[in-house]
């Protein structure tokens, strides 16, 4: 059985047993662009934040992939009048692999996963009386291994929280 695919069950299983929400305050929703795919995002206070994906990249060949980076939130860069919600601007720091895909001459990752640098930057939405967020995001990305080269991802997304 192919390594993507046991990776992604298990992903998806753990996503929806019931103890996986036993923690307060993890998201878990669609992130839709470069990568799309589930994402899941835990809170650690109220302005730090992990998030990780595990989803399709449509670039160069088609490969599978893995992200996870630390956030911070800065909820008084951009004031929201809407007393629905809260308007939060983030940036962090993380890492990606991205699977080796079948040698198809197209990408950089024919002969091997991909490792890469991730500078996440990105606006939320989070509803007041709502457990979910919209987020957008812009994710310069370095490669280091095999070789280097720079890159960037961008996506759309929404999460519903389970507390």
């Given at each position: 059985?192919?390594?993507?695919?046991?990776?992604?069950?298990?992903?998806?299983?753990?996503?929806?047993?019931?103890?996986?929400?036993?923690?307060?305050?993890?998201?878990?929703?669609?992130?839709?662009?470069?990568p799309t795919g589930i994402s899941?995002?835990?809170?650690?206070?109220?302005?730090?934040?992990?998030?990780?994906?595990?989803?399709?990249?449509?670039?160069?060949?088609?490969?599978?992939?893995?992200?996870?980076?630390?956030?911070?939130?800065?909820?008084?860069?951009?004031?929201?009048?809407?007393?629905?919600?809260?308007?939060?601007?983030?940036?962090?720091?993380?890492?990606?692999?991205?699977?080796?895909?079948?040698?198809?001459?197209?990408?950089?990752?024919?002969?091997?996963?991909?490792?890469?640098?991730?500078?996440?930057?990105?606006?939320?939405?989070?509803?007041?009386?709502?457990?979910?967020?919209?987020?957008?995001?812009?994710?310069?990305?370095?490669?280091?291994?095999?070789?280097?080269?720079?890159?960037?991802?961008?996506?759309?997304?929404?999460?519903?929280?389970?507390?």
């Amino acid at each position: 059985m192919n390594i993507k695919v046991i990776l992604l069950v298990g992903l998806i299983t753990a996503i929806l047993n019931p103890l996986a929400y036993a923690q307060d305050g993890i998201g878990v929703g669609v992130i839709v662009g470069e990568p799309t795919g589930i994402s899941l995002k835990k809170w650690l206070n109220d302005k730090h934040a992990v998030d990780a994906a595990a989803a399709w990249s449509f670039s160069e060949n088609d490969s599978f992939q893995f992200h996870a980076d630390y956030l911070i939130h800065n909820f008084t860069l951009l004031k929201s009048d809407d007393i629905v919600g809260k308007l939060p601007v983030y940036f962090g720091l993380g890492g990606r692999l991205k699977l080796k895909e079948e040698n198809n001459g197209k990408g950089r990752n024919d002969d091997g996963a991909l490792f890469g640098v991730r500078i996440p930057f990105g606006i939320s939405y989070l509803f007041t009386d709502l457990p979910v967020d919209i987020f957008m995001e812009i994710v310069p990305i370095l490669d280091v291994a095999p070789d280097t080269e720079f890159e960037i991802n961008a996506g759309i997304g929404v999460r519903f929280y389970f507390r």
